[in-house]
C-alpha cells in the first residue's frame, strides 16, 4: 500500500467509528477493516491496557494470547516505552512471544485515549520483512486519525 493508500484508510476507519462511543464495537469493525485491506497479513486486533497488563481485544485471525505483561515481548514493549515497534523477522527479537508460529514479522502501534496510552494496534505477517517505512508511517497516520474517536 502507498501513503496514500493509507489516508483513504484511515478516512474509512474514521467514518465507521466516528458516531459510535462503544470502544469494542469501534476496535472490532477497526480489525475487520485492517483486516480486509491488508494483505499478506494473519493477525490484526488490539491489546488493551486493564490491571497494569495487556489484554486481548476485538482481532481477526487465530486464537491469541490473551494476556501479556508489560515490559515483555513485542506488545510489551511497544506499551512499555510507547513507541512504534516494526519487528523485521520475530525470530530476532529477545523475549518475542510466539502466539502464532506462523508470525514472521510484527508492527505494534501504541494508541492513547485523551491523551493516556490505553492500548495497542498489533499486526502479524507470516512474512518476514512484510512492514516497510512506508507502513509504518501510513498506520501511524490511521493510528492519529482515530485516537480522538475512541
Known amino acids: 500500500m502507498t501513503f496514500k493508500d493509507y489516508k483513504l484508510l484511515s478516512e474509512q476507519a474514521v467514518s465507521l467509528i466516528a458516531d459510535e462511543t462503544d470502544l469494542t464495537a469501534n476496535l472490532a469493525n477497526l480489525s ?6 491488508l494483505d499478506n497479513i494473519n493477525w490484526v486486533g488490539f ?3 486493564k490491571d497494569n497488563q495487556l489484554v486481548l481485544g476485538p482481532f481477526q485471525g487465530q486464537p491469541a494470547c490473551i494476556r ?4 515483555t515481548g513485542v506488545c510489551g514493549t511497544a506499551f512499555s516505552t510507547n513507541t512504534i515497534q516494526r519487528v523485521a523477522d520475530v525470530d530476532q ?13 510484527e508492527i505494534v502501534l501504541p494508541i492513547s485515549i485523551q491523551g493516556i496510552p490505553s492500548l495497542l494496534l498489533d499486526i502479524d505477517s507470516p512474512i518476514k520483512n512484510r512492514f516497510t517505512q512506508t507502513d509504518q ?5 490511521l493510528v492519529e486519525k482515530i485516537q480522538p474517536h475512541l
Open 32 to 37: 475487520a477493516l485492517l483486516n480486509m485491506n
Open 47 to 49: 491489546y488493551l491496557l
Open 68 to 71: 501479556i505483561p508489560l515490559n
Open 93 to 105: 527479537f529477545s523475549g518475542h512471544i510466539a502466539c502464532d508460529v506462523n508470525s514472521q514479522s
Open 137 to 141: 508511517d501510513g498506520l501511524a497516520y
